[in-house]
């Protein structure tokens, strides 16, 4: 694969655009960083030429930020190297109108670059194209889909904590949990049309909002689409749209994994078949999925790699809080047919579309990172020839122990450790992703939260 540089069908793409946008005053310029937080610039319109002739200047500590947006310093990316830029260059494909804007502006996906020209290591998008380029060798494309899920939340807290927003139709705040139920959709509607109406309007296959299993909680399936970075690059370009969105209708969202006790947190799932390039086939594809080498080994790759994976699929300390078997998140590796109660499902419904179906990643993941790691395992499992042990059948909560880490501390060690990973993710961006990580966790255990208070304060 090569990397993205400035062309001349990226001029025409540009050039396309303005004509077909006259009134278009700015243009957002972004990109993803560690924790797939969009930050960038806002430009004039006239000077969206230079940008496609020679990029923009940003540092490359933008990739060594906190969830706060503080710079770590130990990741090396800071003041070791005088906070130096490199320089961000377009993603063919990405430029589109905002919708939500009231003057009106459009958007540009970047990706950050050595000022040889050469792809920056710690950009996430480049650390899953290494990967990427693995499968190139062995003749096959990547099809991925995401599942995104999310809730909406009133723009006033509750004593510091999240709220169902008020019903734009009742005016009540929803309670219960009503899984699919149709009538929640009706209550927010025009918020969630407007959803998929500027999710076509910006080029993203987003084709449906389902209800999930909590108040005001939805989800949103991405088509599947045979180019895993631009999969990635459609999830992060979504999750901007939801809140600007939803914003508009003067409500709030969160994609934290777990913003209430007691409710189901909010999911990542990706579904991922390989495809043949000279045929097209899908190589899981058959009658019988337990006879297909290609997809047992791919599963066992990932099983053999998920301990290590968590990090990428789980980034955050709230992240594990979302663990538990009423609330369908696996804490174990496991496999099955059309089992929901698995970390990898396989889906039965059609033997030309026999694919996997990753479910342990929260939606707070970075989903380059979660789908590099993935991917990571999928490869080895095929080269290595990884068998993944019998697919379990029935609830597999009562069948396996807890045995994933769950915790964020455990699972960086778990990271740091993996020989397979460090041979498919650059030691160095590990290193950089840990100490950013490490950073956030001693931040976290030097405060003292309200429990502490209410439970010592006046009692010991």
């Not at 000022?115 to 990967?131: K, T």
């Not at 379990?392 to 993996?418: F, K």
Request: aromatic fraction near 8%; glycine fraction near 6%; charged fraction near 25%.
């Amino acid at each position: 694969m090569t990397s993205v540089i400035p062309c001349a069908s990226s001029s025409s793409e540009m050039n396309e655009f303005l004509e077909a946008h006259p009134d278009t005053q700015f243009v957002d310029l972004l990109i993803s960083d560690m924790n797939g937080v969009v930050r960038g610039k806002r430009i004039e319109r006239a000077s969206l030429h230079k940008v496609y002739e020679k990029g923009i200047n940003l540092p490359a500590s933008l990739f060594a930020l906190d969830i706060n947006g503080s710079t770590v310093e130990s990741t090396g990316l800071g003041l070791d190297i005088g906070d130096a830029d490199r320089i961000c260059h377009p993603i063919p494909g990405t430029l589109s109108d905002e919708p939500w804007q009231k003057r009106p502006t459009a958007q540009l996906l970047m990706t950050m670059h050595e000022l040889d020209g050469q792809p920056f290591f710690a950009d996430p998008r480049e650390v899953l194209r290494q990967v990427v380029s693995k499968f190139d060798e062995l003749g096959l494309d990547i099809c991925a889909a995401f599942e995104l899920e999310f809730y909406l939340i009133d723009q006033d807290n509750l004593n510091g904590r999240p709220q169902p927003p008020r019903s734009p139709i009742s005016g009540k705040r929803p309670q219960s949990t009503q899984v699919y139920l149709i009538d929640d959709l009706d209550e927010y509607a025009d918020c969630l049309q407007d959803m998929l109406e500027a999710a076509k309007e910006q080029g993203i296959p987003a084709d449906a909002i389902v209800k999930e299993s909590a108040p005001a909680q939805f989800e949103v399936n991405l088509h599947h689409v045979a180019d895993p970075l631009k999969a990635c690059d459609y999830a992060i370009l979504l999750k901007r749209l939801i809140k600007n969105i939803a914003y508009d209708h003067e409500m709030d969202t969160t994609f934290m994994a777990k913003p209430y006790p007691g409710q189901a947190g909010n999911g990542l799932h990706v579904h991922i078949s390989l495809l043949d390039k000279k045929t097209g086939k899908n190589i899981f594809a058959n009658e019988d999925p337990l006879q297909s080498d290609a997809l047992r080994h791919a599963i066992g790759g990932v099983l053999e790699t998920m301990p290590a994976s968590m990090a990428f699929l789980c980034p955050n300390i709230n992240s594990y809080r979302r663990f538990g078997a009423q609330f369908y998140v696996p804490n174990a590796p496991s496999w099955g047919l059309d089992n929901r109660t698995v970390a990898l499902r396989v889906p039965t419904d059609s033997s030309e579309n026999v694919r996997i179906e990753h479910r342990v990643a929260g939606a707070d993941a970075n989903p380059y990172l979660m789908l590099a790691t993935i991917l990571a395992g999928i490869h080895h499992g095929l080269t290595n020839k990884v068998e993944p042990g019998e697919p379990i059948e029935g609830n597999s909560y009562e069948q396996l122990e807890q045995s994933l880490p769950n915790n964020l501390r455990d699972a960086l060690r778990a990271l740091d450790d993996s020989e397979v990973l460090n041979q498919y993710i650059s030691p160095d961006y590990i290193d950089i992703f840990v100490a950013c990580k490490e950073s956030e966790l001693a931040e976290f255990e030097v405060s003292i939260s309200d429990l502490e208070y209410n439970w010592y304060l006046h009692t010991v």
